[in-house]
């Protein structure tokens, strides 16, 4: 304030007017807005040109061509921030559409991205569980353990139609290539793209092989028969066995037609709600999957009823003799990968995922859920474990959990969350995260397992230290970068998901291809020996396939699968982040539109990749263009330190203080 008027009365401009000056063409200290010469500066005559009046004196003041660039180097990143704005704006449009879309299809109990068939509509019968049992397919059993009506059905009814119809390729070499004898079976059963027989007087429709409490024993399959090895044709074997299958799937005639479930051959489905749940009305995702109300346990937090719930549902797939590999899952959780990776990634590991070892790292830091009077003359301290309830057990592993007695009786007396008067403090004990691994740990099991327990990805690290409960995402958490960072790629072997994802579909072949020419013979009703003569070109095919198709990479132990806990409001985030075509999380699709070739492909990866820096420098560059005209950048360090050292220099002129 000092200054300034020190320097007009003297008739001098400052410093840093002056330098405010020069760096703008004149504009800072020049004139006001009317056109006056400011206090303090000389005016600057400039004789009017001949002719033409002066702006000033005709009030239209002109821009001077300093100006005018500025102007015309703004225009080109305004230009192309208002254009990624549109396009992602129209993007994010459409991404809501779809997701719409859906959840009103899922509503109607209709398709979702596949179109799949409307409620009632008949299906072919090859394409339920028909095919599957006749090749022995492996299955990888899905335990729903949920409340009532499953959050996301309309994600996970998308996520199993792009299973549809897939056979994994190994599996199918294995079983029809091994040996002769059950050629002819498994290729009426799976090249039958006819209506089922007339005899059975039913629709068609199946219920899978891994039903819930609604299955019913099938009788015994008919044996072989002189007439299937007589030269007598073929027809008459594939009708019969048809017509077994037919009504093995459909007792008495009254099945309801097939769902998106009965028409995919990999996951096997098992839902247990609360006892009071009504269950899920026709063309629902789970009708039909939910076990018996006999079985259900009502279940409640922190208490041995959430052991029995596991425990009935992996009773009820156990029956299932092609459920290999079992996994536990709620209704707030979401997979982070394909199915095409979830089977083959589960189907290769021989090792359960549950941690039931002693070897990790913070193994013990539980003992202070343990009691010694837990201890018995099986069961020690040392074998105490914890492990997410959130498991995958392999077939083995889960029949000593139904065998077992002993150890889950003294987990029932002594396993609860309660306040204890001997101890004079509450204790807690969560049965469900002890009782099963340290099961396997007191059968010296826990070798079997990966030592690690981490199918499930939770997030703890937002919540409080004490909180019993993982954070819940919220709607505006979800996106395709969230999906990408729950599968954890900095950890030992999972920073290759992006091949899985795109490797993993090569490992399967399409029922409809692979039995298409089995099917045309069938029609032409030819023999037996025509048949096996067309199986082995099928075997053939299926050697070809599998010489073909890239390496899986597979996924490491400490690389989840799938992820929890989503709020109510993540349904639409979700379909909006993981349905639509240009989605690079490649969990229900491929990640390619339809009609869109290699280099279209590229080129919309490397935009949308490139969208958010794009608009943040061009936003960056309307603000910097007409601040760089009033005030070029090359002049702020030296006003930055005319400034510093006037500072400096007053302080050093400052009087010392007497003392």
């Given at each position: 304030?000092?200054?300034?008027?020190?320097?007009?009365?003297?008739?001098?401009?400052?410093?840093?007017?002056s330098?405010?000056?020069?760096?703008?063409?004149?504009?800072?200290?020049?004139?006001?807005?009317?056109?006056?010469?400011?206090?303090g500066?000389?005016?600057?005559?400039?004789?009017?040109?001949?002719?033409?009046?002066?702006?000033?004196a005709?009030?239209?003041?002109?821009?001077?061509?300093?100006?005018?660039?500025?102007?015309?180097?703004?225009?080109?990143?305004?230009?192309?921030?208002?254009?990624?704005?549109?396009?992602?704006?129209?993007?994010?449009?459409?991404?809501s559409?779809?997701?719409?879309?859906?959840?009103?299809?899922?509503?109607?109990?209709?398709?979702?991205?596949?179109?799949?068939?409307?409620l009632g509509?008949?299906?072919?019968?090859?394409?339920?569980?028909?095919?599957?049992?006749?090749?022995?397919?492996?299955?990888?059993?899905?335990?729903?353990?949920?409340?009532?009506?499953?959050?996301?059905?309309?994600?996970?009814?998308?996520?199993?139609?792009?299973?549809?119809?897939?056979?994994?390729?190994?599996?199918v070499?294995?079983?029809?290539?091994?040996?002769?004898?059950?050629?002819?079976a498994?290729?009426?059963?799976?090249?039958?793209?006819?209506?089922?027989?007339?005899?059975?007087?039913?629709p068609?429709g199946?219920?899978?092989?891994?039903?819930?409490?609604n299955?019913?024993?099938?009788?015994?399959?008919?044996?072989?028969s002189?007439?299937?090895?007589?030269s007598?044709?073929?027809?008459?074997?594939?009708s019969?066995?048809?017509?077994?299958?037919?009504?093995?799937?459909?007792?008495?005639?009254?099945?309801?037609?097939?769902?998106?479930?009965?028409?995919?051959h990999?996951?096997?489905?098992?839902v247990?709600?609360?006892?009071?749940?009504?269950?899920?009305?026709?063309?629902?995702?789970?009708?039909?999957?939910?076990?018996?109300?006999?079985?259900?346990?009502?279940?409640?937090?922190?208490?041995?009823?959430?052991?029995?719930?596991?425990?009935?549902?992996?009773?009820?797939?156990?029956?299932?003799?092609?459920?290999?590999k079992?996994?536990?899952?709620?209704?707030s959780?979401?997979?982070?990968?394909?199915?095409?990776?979830?089977?083959?990634?589960?189907?290769?590991?021989?090792?359960?995922?549950?941690?039931?070892?002693?070897?990790?790292?913070?193994?013990?830091?539980?003992?202070?859920?343990?009691?010694?009077?837990?201890?018995?003359?099986?069961?020690?301290?040392q074998l105490?474990?914890?492990?997410?309830?959130?498991?995958?057990?392999?077939?083995?592993?889960?029949?000593?959990?139904?065998?077992?007695r002993?150890?889950?009786?003294?987990?029932?007396?002594?396993?609860?969350t309660?306040?204890?008067?001997?101890?004079?403090?509450?204790?807690?004990?969560?049965?469900?995260?002890?009782?099963?691994?340290?099961?396997?740990?007191?059968?010296?099991?826990?070798?079997?397992?990966?030592?690690?327990?981490?199918?499930?990805?939770?997030?703890?690290?937002?919540?409080?230290?004490?909180?019993?409960?993982?954070?819940?995402?919220?709607?505006?958490?979800?996106?395709e970068?969230?999906?990408?960072?729950?599968?954890?790629?900095?950890?030992?072997?999972?920073?290759?998901?992006?091949?899985?994802?795109?490797?993993?579909?090569?490992?399967?072949?399409?029922?409809?291809?692979?039995?298409a020419?089995?099917?045309?013979?069938e029609?032409?009703?030819?023999?037996?020996?025509?048949l096996?003569?067309?199986?082995?070109?099928?075997?053939r095919?299926?050697?070809?396939?599998?010489?073909?198709?890239?390496?899986?990479?597979?996924?490491?132990?400490?690389?989840p699968?799938?992820?929890?806990k989503?709020?109510d409001?993540?349904?639409?985030?979700?379909?909006?982040?993981?349905?639509?075509?240009?989605?690079?999380?490649?969990?229900?699709?491929?990640?390619?539109?339809?009609?869109?070739?290699?280099?279209?492909?590229?080129?919309?990866?490397?935009?949308?990749?490139?969208?958010?820096?794009?608009?943040?420098?061009?936003?960056?560059?309307?603000?910097?263009?007409?601040?760089?005209?009033?005030?070029?950048?090359?002049?702020?360090?030296?006003?930055?330190?005319?400034?510093y050292?006037?500072?400096?220099?007053?302080?050093?002129?400052?009087?010392?203080?007497?003392?």
């Amino acid at each position: 304030m000092g200054l300034l008027p020190r320097f007009r009365r003297s008739g001098r401009s400052s410093p840093a007017l002056s330098i405010l000056s020069e760096a703008s063409g004149g504009l800072v200290g020049s004139r006001n807005s009317s056109g006056v010469p400011a206090e303090g500066v000389s005016p600057t005559t400039s004789p009017p040109t001949s002719g033409r009046p002066a702006a000033a004196a005709t009030g239209r003041p002109r821009l001077r061509p300093s100006m005018q660039r500025t102007l015309l180097l703004t225009l080109l990143p305004a230009l192309v921030a208002l254009g990624t704005v549109a396009s992602m704006s129209r993007r994010q449009s459409a991404h809501s559409e779809l997701a719409d879309a859906l959840l009103a299809a899922n509503a109607a109990g209709l398709g979702g991205l596949r179109g799949s068939r409307q409620l009632g509509e008949a299906a072919d019968p090859a394409e339920g569980a028909e095919c599957a049992e006749a090749l022995q397919i492996p299955q990888v059993a899905m335990l729903f353990l949920v409340k009532g009506p499953l959050r996301h059905e309309a994600m996970w009814r998308a996520w199993f139609e792009r299973a549809q119809g897939l056979l994994p390729a190994q599996a199918v070499s294995n079983s029809l290539c091994a040996s002769e004898d059950g050629m002819p079976a498994a290729l009426a059963a799976c090249s039958s793209l006819a209506n089922p027989p007339s005899q059975a007087g039913a629709p068609p429709g199946a219920h899978s092989g891994g039903s819930g409490g609604n299955r019913r024993q099938p009788a015994a399959p008919p044996g072989p028969s002189s007439s299937s090895r007589s030269s007598s044709s073929s027809s008459s074997t594939a009708s019969s066995l048809r017509r077994w299958l037919y009504e093995r799937w459909h007792p008495g005639g009254t099945s309801r037609a097939p769902g998106v479930l009965d028409r995919q051959h990999l996951f096997d489905v098992y839902v247990h709600p609360h006892p009071n749940f009504t269950g899920y009305p026709p063309g629902s995702l789970l009708h039909g999957r939910e076990l018996p109300d006999s079985q259900r346990v009502a279940t409640e937090w922190g208490t041995h009823t959430l052991v029995d719930a596991a425990e009935a549902l992996l009773a009820a797939a156990l029956k299932n003799p092609r459920n290999q590999k079992f996994f536990m899952l709620s209704e707030s959780d979401l997979p982070l990968y394909s199915p095409h990776v979830m089977y083959l990634q589960l189907m290769s590991e021989h090792r359960s995922r549950i941690n039931a070892c002693n070897t990790t790292r913070g193994w013990d830091l539980d003992y202070y859920r343990w009691v010694d009077r837990m201890e018995t003359s099986f069961l020690n301290k040392q074998l105490w474990r914890k492990s997410s309830q959130w498991f995958v057990l392999n077939r083995k592993h889960v029949e000593l959990i139904l065998q077992d007695r002993k150890v889950e009786r003294v987990f029932q007396q002594h396993c609860h969350t309660t306040f204890e008067e001997d101890r004079g403090e509450e204790r807690v004990c969560y049965a469900d995260e002890h009782y099963f691994p340290t099961l396997l740990a007191v059968h010296g099991l826990d070798h079997e397992t990966d030592c690690q327990g981490r199918f499930m990805d939770v997030d703890w690290s937002r919540v409080e230290s004490t909180s019993p409960h993982p954070w819940e995402y919220k709607p505006g958490e979800l996106s395709e970068r969230l999906i990408d960072g729950l599968r954890r790629p900095w950890r030992p072997g999972c920073g290759n998901a992006a091949g899985a994802l795109t490797t993993a579909p090569a490992a399967y072949i399409q029922q409809r291809e692979l039995f298409a020419a089995a099917a045309a013979a069938e029609a032409a009703a030819g023999s037996v020996p025509e048949l096996e003569q067309l199986g082995r070109g099928v075997c053939r095919q299926l050697l070809l396939h599998q010489q073909e198709q890239p390496k899986y990479p597979g996924i490491g132990p400490e690389c989840p699968l799938m992820a929890r806990k989503f709020s109510d409001g993540t349904v639409k985030p979700a379909l909006m982040a993981l349905a639509p075509c240009d989605s690079t999380a490649l969990v229900l699709n491929d990640g390619r539109c339809p009609g869109e070739s290699d280099r279209q492909r590229f080129w919309r990866l490397l935009w949308w990749r490139l969208a958010p820096w794009v608009l943040f420098c061009s936003c960056t560059l309307l603000v910097v263009l007409p601040v760089n005209a009033h005030l070029p950048l090359r002049t702020v360090p030296q006003l930055l330190t005319q400034a510093y050292r006037r500072r400096r220099d007053a302080r050093l002129a400052a009087p010392l203080l007497d003392v």
